[in-house]
Structures are given as C-alpha cells and as structure tokens.
C-alpha cells in the first residue's frame, strides 16, 4: 500500500509524520534541529527519501540540512561538523553560502530609503523535477538560488535580482522574502516565482531574464493601484497538468490566470474574506482549490473564531466551507502561506499547520479534518510527500 510522509517545519524544529495509504495513524519522529526555525522541508519528486530542509536563525545564522534516508539521518552538504561551531563552542551557521553576484546595489527600505540587499535567510527550496542534486531556493533579501551539487554549492540566478525594477522593491512585512518557485512540467526553461512585495515574476529561459506577470492585480495600499510591481502576492500554486493555469493568494485577492501570468482576473466570489496566505490545487482536479482565509491584514487570525478552510470545485468564485473536524469556536489561529500541501493519493490528501501548533490532515479532499498532531510549535510550513 502506498504512503505519505508530512515534512513540518516549526519556529523550534522539524517533524517527520509517516502513515500508510489509509492515513489513520500517524508515526512521529522530531524535533529534527530543535531549537531552530525550520523555514521550510521538501523531498525530491525524483527520489523522495532525498530531503531538503532550510535550517536557519536569527544568531546562529543559515544552514541547509540534506536527509538522504527519509528525514532519519541529516548532514550539512559540503561542511563538516566541525565547521558548524564557532570557536566557543557556540553554533555557527553556513550563510556564506549565498553570495550575491557582483555588486548587490540597493533596494527601497519601509520607509522609501535605499538599503542594500543582504542575506538573511532560506525561505524556499524547491528540488528539480529531473534531477535530485538540483534545487532551487528562494532567499531573502529577494534572490534565487540554484545547486547542482545537492546543495554542496549555491550559485545566484542574478538575472531576476537585476531586474530594471530591482531598486523598487521593498519588503513586505515579514521581510523581502522570496517565497514561492514553481516549475513548469512541460518546459524546464520556465520557472515562476513570487515575492513579497514586488509580485509574480516568469522566466522562459532558465533564469537568465526574468519579466513581472502582475497584469490585472490591484493592490490599493501602493501609490499606483495596478503599478507592474509591488504587489505583496503572498503564495502561488499550480496543477501541472495545466502549467499555464495558476492559482494566487494575494494579500487581498484570490486570482487566477490561465495565460501563465499574462493577465490575472479575481475569483474570491464568497470568500468571507479573501486575505489570507495559503493555497493548494487538489492533486486529481485542476479546477478544485483550497484555501484558508484569515480575518484581515492586521488581524492575523481565521474570522468568527472559526478554522474553516474553503474548497472551490470551478477554479474560483463559487465556494464551500469545510469545517468537519475543524474547531468552529474561540478559534484564532493563522495559517502561513507555506504550511498547506496535497499528497497524490486516491483521494487526495489535504493537510494544514497553525501557529498554534496543530497540524491537520484530510484522507478525504476535505470533506472530514483530524489532527495529525496539535501541540507542535508554530508550524512554518508544511510538505506532503506520496510514498510508493
């Protein structure tokens, strides 16, 4: 029978979560790195024991981990333990690591000041399709990076970063983080990815250039309402049966393009709110979508006190709430735009993690909720691996 595996990374560590096709009972094993914010986890499509994971902190610094056995045994590419600790004894991160190419230049601050950009942290690695020992990775301040080595070595792809509009971005509030990659299945030369707050951008030939694809989003607290950048998208998804069908949260809006980016046209319908940071398309239905809306931009937390996420079976505009096994009372979690995922079963899995701690999973494409485990920390992100 095939499995799943659930990749949770938390404000304190990671967690592997196992269960077999049935996704019943769950096999728990963490906190992997505890102690650390773990940004984000995600296996390899090729080889799905190959895992990646974005250990970082804001004293220690940045490391990625690689498991070559499912999340059981970790090492750090390319460094030695010892290299991890710095002469007295305290831990030491490899930010070095992500170099930005040549001279970095600047970028707007908060205020509308010039910052220059510099490296923070790992928040997206998204492994090749074809090829276990590449992945990409979004950092922040916004660049992507790529390894062919299995993470041994990053190189920058500075093509998007020197983008004429570069020295317009500015940070969304969780910093200037590049938060979502995504590949096409039909065309390795495009990737799409995301940023808070420039907005959507496509490449068509493998990260050499880049072009902002925010054509229809409006975003009323920017000067220029439908400017080409500056619009804080907030997650991005995609069903890879249809790649140029694409799915956005954005920090108001929920969007859809069928054009790849070209134009993007709302579809929030009746959301009863449609802020909110993630987003999923089932495994199986390109036109079925998942969302979990968050009351608004400065009230992080579900409306009503209700853990509802909302399910569309028409790409958008008509929507159904599911809260079967969900709490639908004195409930004010968030849900950030990495921690929803899908696995590929039959039927599809959905699972979700709040920063509260719980982390809940459907065997059944929403329609019946539980808890694969609710006293985790604030959970990050989320990875559903399909085991054969």
């Not at 579809?267 to 199986?284: E, K, M, Q, R, Y």
């Amino acid at each position: 029978m095939s499995g799943v595996r659930v990749l949770v990374g938390t404000k304190k560590g990671a967690f592997v979560c196992t269960s077999d096709g049935k996704r019943e009972n769950w096999d728990i094993t963490g906190p992997h790195f505890a102690g650390w914010e773990l940004y984000h986890l995600k296996g390899s499509p090729v080889d799905p024991n190959r895992i990646y994971a974005s250990q970082t902190s804001g004293w220690f610094g940045q490391i990625i981990q690689r498991s070559d056995d499912g999340g059981k045994t970790w090492a750090t590419p390319g460094s030695k333990p010892e290299d991890l600790v710095s002469e007295q004894g305290w831990p030491k991160g490899e930010s070095n690591k992500f170099v930005y190419e040549g001279e970095t230049g600047t970028h707007q601050h908060f205020d509308g000041t010039q910052k220059p950009w510099e490296f923070k942290r790992v928040w997206h690695l998204e492994p090749s399709l074809t090829d276990p020992d590449t992945v990409y990775a979004g950092v922040e301040d916004a660049a992507i990076f790529k390894t062919t080595d299995g993470a041994k070595t990053w190189q920058e792809l500075p093509g998007l970063r020197n983008h004429r509009s570069g020295p317009n971005w500015q940070p969304g509030a969780g910093g200037m983080c590049l938060h979502t990659i995504l590949q096409d299945p039909t065309n390795a030369d495009r990737l799409h990815i995301a940023i808070s707050a420039a907005g959507a951008f496509r490449t068509d030939d493998g990260g050499k250039t880049w072009a902002p694809k925010n054509a229809g989003l409006s975003s009323q607290y920017i000067p220029d309402p439908t400017a080409e950048i500056g619009h804080c998208v907030h997650r991005i998804a995609m069903h890879p049966s249809r790649p140029n069908t694409l799915y956005m949260q954005k920090h108001w809006d929920v969007m859809r393009t069928d054009s790849a980016g070209e134009l993007w046209t709302e579809v929030s319908g009746n959301l009863p709110t449609d802020f909110g940071f993630a987003i999923s398309v089932h495994a199986h239905e390109p036109e079925t979508i998942y969302v979990l809306p968050i009351k608004n931009d400065s009230e992080h937390f579900v409306p009503d006190g209700k853990l509802r996420v909302y399910r569309s079976r028409s790409g958008g505009n008509d929507w159904e709430a599911l809260t079967n096994g969900l709490p639908q009372q004195n409930c004010y979690v968030n849900v950030l735009r990495g921690a929803m995922s899908v696995d590929s079963l039959d039927k599809c899995g959905i699972y979700f993690g709040t920063t509260s701690g719980e982390v809940y999973a459907s065997a059944d494409a929403g329609d019946t909720w539980k808890p694969i485990g609710e006293h985790f920390p604030s959970v990050l992100s989320v990875e559903a691996q399909t085991l054969a």
